[in-house]
């Protein structure tokens, strides 16, 4: 069982930068591949970044390559998602999610079995 919490969200302006942490329980952090998904009102959930467990491979939605980094810190049992130069649209609940995994990080929801209960992010213009 792994038991997950994001914190750092808030309102920032178009332009700015968040960063997103991820705490996670348990001692076997370090075999968990982890995502980042994102929801909007009235949209679907939808994946934005993912790690493998040694942090080797990383994968991003087109719509935020170049301006966001997933990260992790297995001695601190955390994942990051640094958000530079923010638009209104990545405005959302955003989810972290864990699997246990070995191989490459998944990318789809239904493959993670693992969530935590979201953190706003709102971005004005």
């Known amino acids: 069982q792994v038991q997950l919490v994001e914190s750092g969200g808030g309102l920032v302006q178009a332009g700015g930068s968040l960063r997103l942490s991820c705490a996670a329980s348990?001692?076997?952090?370090?075999?968990?591949?982890m995502g980042w998904f994102r929801q909007a009102p009235g949209k679907e959930r939808e994946f934005v970044a993912s790690?493998?467990?040694?942090?080797?491979?990383?994968f991003y939605a087109d719509s935020v390559k170049g301006r966001f980094t997933i990260s992790r810190d297995n001695a601190k049992n955390t994942v990051f998602l640094q958000m530079n130069s923010l638009k209104p649209e990545d405005t959302a609940v955003y989810y972290c999610?864990?699997?246990?995994?070995?191989?490459?990080?998944?990318?789809?929801?239904?493959?993670?079995?693992?969530w935590g209960q979201g953190t706003q992010v709102t971005v004005s213009s």
């Open positions: 790690i493998s467990w040694g942090a080797g491979t990383t």
């Open positions: 999610a864990a699997h246990q995994v070995w191989g490459l990080p998944p990318q789809r929801p239904n493959e993670y079995r693992y």
């Open positions: 348990g001692r076997t952090f370090s075999s968990y591949a």
